[in-house]
């Protein structure tokens, strides 16, 4: 069966540090991948997504992911965090335009 | 724009009893998936409609049963819930006719418990 790991549980860092979240996820033919955030009390939301084209994919609020196919990985990262950066994050892969799996989530709290 | 909304927002239950979880959505989606989420486990798929008339199962249907009843809804209903069934339900939807490349927009969830 299709799967998705994030391999941190739980992200502690200070405030302007820089963040990378990993996420990989197993073969499984054609891919789309999403990175989403849920912040405090909020809605999941989508912070960025790769279907084609350039790797490196940047999405709201400074945040990156580059698409490593040879290492099927999808990792997030972001410069430079912020206290309200402080959320769980989810990485999503989509299999063959219709098997949504999603990562079990990494949660990030930035401390001031 | 409300998005998508859901509700009830808590519902605790009984072993054996049932409900329904209401899912809707205003931004003329053609798409709509249910979701729960359990501690460790990330959000997984019970079950999708890509249009109005059609449902097909996720990754984890068993014990749950869906209704299109139009457009803009989408049910969830535990016929006889069982605590396995205790989790955090998301509803969602999307504009592409399946599951396809489209952005999924998420509803605040609902905390089912069932004792």
């Known amino acids: 069966a299709q799967s998705v790991s994030q391999h941190n549980h739980h992200v502690i860092l200070s405030e302007a540090a820089s963040l990378e979240l990993g996420c990989n996820y197993s073969y499984g033919g054609t891919v789309n991948l999403f990175w989403y955030v849920q912040y405090p009390g909020q809605h999941l939301q989508l912070l960025l997504k790769y279907f084609s084209g350039d790797p490196l994919v940047k999405g709201i609020k400074g945040f990156e992911a580059e698409f490593i196919k040879s290492k099927f990985s999808f990792n997030l990262r972001k410069p430079s965090v912020q206290w309200s950066d402080t959320a769980e994050y989810f990485c999503a892969v989509m299999y063959n335009n219709n098997d949504m799996r999603f990562g079990a989530g990494t949660r990030l709290t930035v401390k001031p | 724009n409300a998005g998508v909304t859901q509700t009830p927002k808590f519902q605790v239950l009984k072993t054996g009893q049932s409900m329904t979880l209401q899912c809707a959505q205003d931004?003329?989606?053609?798409?709509m998936y249910w979701y729960r989420q359990d501690p460790g486990m990330g959000l997984r798929l019970i079950y999708y409609?890509?249009?109005?008339?059609?449902?097909d199962k996720g990754e984890v249907p068993n014990g749950y049963n869906v209704s299109r009843l139009n457009k803009r809804e989408f049910s969830l209903r535990l016929e006889s819930a069982a605590p396995s069934q205790t989790s955090v339900y998301f509803c969602a939807s999307s504009f592409s006719p399946g599951p396809g490349t489209d952005t999924q927009y998420f509803g605040p969830g609902t905390r089912l418990t069932v004792l």
């Open positions: 409609s890509a249009s109005e008339g059609t449902t």
């Open positions: 931004m003329n989606h053609n798409s």
